[in-house]
């Protein structure tokens, strides 16, 4: 008897296909932000700064907080990112997993240190401010 046709195999060969392209997608970015950490976090602090979301007093403690954030961020599990960013997956249509990251970090971790003076904003306005930095990482489809 031939084998049975299967008409989902294509399907499943597709969505494969895109899960291996968001993970390799995954990787560069992350091996990107860990190469260029400091770069970047002197942007991101800027950023928010410009956009009137963080009121710090010391930019440089802040700055140095992102760096030390995008070099461990490499080397985290994959399910406590995704725990990280579960509540603010529905932000944009197809974000930056970095981006809800950085924004979920902000909100629950950022408010804590020692030197931000207050935060400012709510969820989509802090998303827009870092993910105008982070998106940057994004290799172009």
Known sequence: MPYAHNPYGAGDRAVRSIDRNREKE???MLKLAQKHADELATKLVQRLLDTHI???DSVEAIREHFSSLFQKMRDMDEFDLQYKIAPLRQL????NFMSLYITQ??????????????IYGDDQE??????SIMDKLRPPE
Not at 92 to 95: E, F, I, N, S
Not at 106 to 116: C, P, V
């Open 92 to 95: 944009a249509a197809d974000p």
């Open 105 to 118: 970090h902000i909100i629950e971790n950022l408010i804590d240190h020692s030197h931000i003076l207050d």
């Open 54 to 56: 963080i009121e710090t």
């Open 26 to 28: 995954r990787r560069v």
């Open 126 to 131: 802090i998303f827009l401010a870092v993910d």
